[in-house]
């Protein structure tokens, strides 16, 4: 539960609320950001920041009757079409489902990425999570976010983009059910109340039809957006709130370490004491 005293009023003031700013919110699969955090990036959305959602691969591997090139093809639009609900921008850096690996060439890849896109903010996987897809991708966009920054670092992608004058606010989103691998809780350094927007979330992941078949058949889930329901519900449970996302915070040197979302987010925004 919320400590009171850790909630923050509306008027918060931070140097970083006065701009417009560059979002990117970056993982695996498609749909993986529409469970997560679409939420929060929905309220950004909506206060005129540009958000950008990118996933490492098309889900080339999201289904059972399909080839990977079909259904790849069929999820990058579905991924592009839940974007622009909140008129973001989509990419896919076309990796391969269950083959994102930590090597010189994905740095390089996911470094352009971000040298690309030039966030002041960037969400992405956790750490831990229940599969290496996930695992990797928060790993190397964790080093590109540093990486990006210098200048010596080539990425030896076509037409690449300039250094980035700063390393960006890395926020880490929930792993599936708030879990590590050996199912201890994984605890939240704030919780985002997304309660004013969850319909918005819940029309970003219905995008995603031809998932609510795949996961029906490989996870036993049977309601694909009832369990985006349930999941932020129990968040809000823990905030207060009717619904939240939750997010930890890469503190550690050199990535900055102070709170942008508490300015941007008001009332909405509730660290927890962790
Ligand atoms: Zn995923």
């Given at each position: 539960?919320?400590?009171?005293?850790?909630?923050?009023?509306?008027?918060s003031?931070?140097?970083?609320?006065?701009?417009?700013?560059?979002?990117?919110?970056?993982?695996?699969?498609?749909?993986?950001?529409?469970?997560?955090?679409?939420?929060?990036?929905?309220?950004?959305?909506r206060?005129?920041?540009?958000?950008?959602?990118a996933?490492?691969?098309?889900?080339?591997?999201?289904?059972?009757?399909?080839?990977?090139?079909?259904?790849?093809?069929?999820?990058?639009g579905?991924?592009?079409?839940?974007?622009?609900?909140?008129g973001?921008?989509?990419?896919?850096?076309?990796?391969?489902?269950?083959?994102?690996?930590?090597?010189?060439?994905?740095?390089?890849?996911?470094?352009?990425?971000?040298?690309?896109?030039?966030?002041?903010?960037?969400?992405?996987?956790?750490?831990?999570?229940?599969?290496d897809?996930?695992?990797?991708?928060?790993?190397?966009?964790?080093?590109?976010?540093?990486?990006?920054?210098?200048?010596?670092?080539?990425?030896?992608?076509w037409?690449?983009?300039?250094?980035?004058?700063?390393i960006?606010?890395?926020?880490?989103v929930?792993?599936i059910?708030?879990?590590?691998?050996w199912g201890?809780?994984?605890?939240?350094?704030?919780y985002?109340d997304?309660?004013?927007?969850?319909?918005t979330?819940?029309?970003?992941?219905?995008?995603?039809d031809?998932?609510?078949?795949?996961?029906?058949?490989?996870?036993?889930?049977?309601?694909?957006?009832?369990?985006?329901?349930?999941?932020?519900?129990?968040?809000?449970?823990?905030?207060g709130?009717?619904?939240?996302?939750?997010?930890?915070?890469?503190r550690?040197?050199?990535?900055?370490?102070?709170?942008?979302?508490?300015?941007l987010?008001?009332?909405?925004?509730?660290?927890?004491?962790?």
């Amino acid at each position: 539960m919320v400590e009171r005293s850790h909630c923050l009023p509306d008027e918060s003031p931070s140097a970083v609320s006065r701009a417009a700013l560059r979002v990117l919110a970056i993982h695996a699969h498609p749909d993986d950001v529409e469970f997560q955090c679409a939420g929060t990036l929905a309220m950004l959305a909506r206060q005129g920041h540009t958000i950008m959602i990118a996933t490492m691969t098309p889900g080339d591997c999201g289904s059972r009757e399909l080839g990977p090139e079909e259904i790849a093809e069929v999820r990058r639009g579905e991924a592009r079409r839940a974007a622009e609900v909140i008129g973001a921008e989509y990419a896919c850096l076309e990796f391969s489902d269950l083959s994102i690996t930590i090597d010189n060439d994905a740095k390089r890849r996911v470094t352009e990425a971000i040298r690309r896109a030039r966030p002041d903010l960037v969400f992405t996987a956790p750490p831990v999570d229940y599969m290496d897809d996930h695992e990797a991708t928060s790993h190397l966009v964790r080093d590109a976010c540093f990486n990006a920054s210098c200048p010596n670092y080539a990425t030896r992608q076509w037409n690449p983009a300039p250094a980035t004058e700063k390393i960006p606010f890395l926020f880490y989103v929930d792993p599936i059910e708030g879990t590590d691998p050996w199912g201890c809780r994984v605890t939240p350094h704030f919780y985002v109340d997304i309660s004013d927007v969850f319909e918005t979330k819940r029309r970003m992941l219905a995008c995603h039809d031809s998932q609510r078949a795949w996961l029906r058949a490989q996870h036993g889930v049977d309601q694909y957006l009832d369990s985006q329901q349930r999941w932020s519900q129990q968040r809000g449970k823990e905030a207060g709130v009717a619904y939240a996302e939750a997010f930890r915070q890469h503190r550690g040197h050199p990535y900055p370490a102070d709170h942008p979302l508490a300015g941007l987010l008001g009332k909405r925004f509730r660290a927890t004491a962790s």
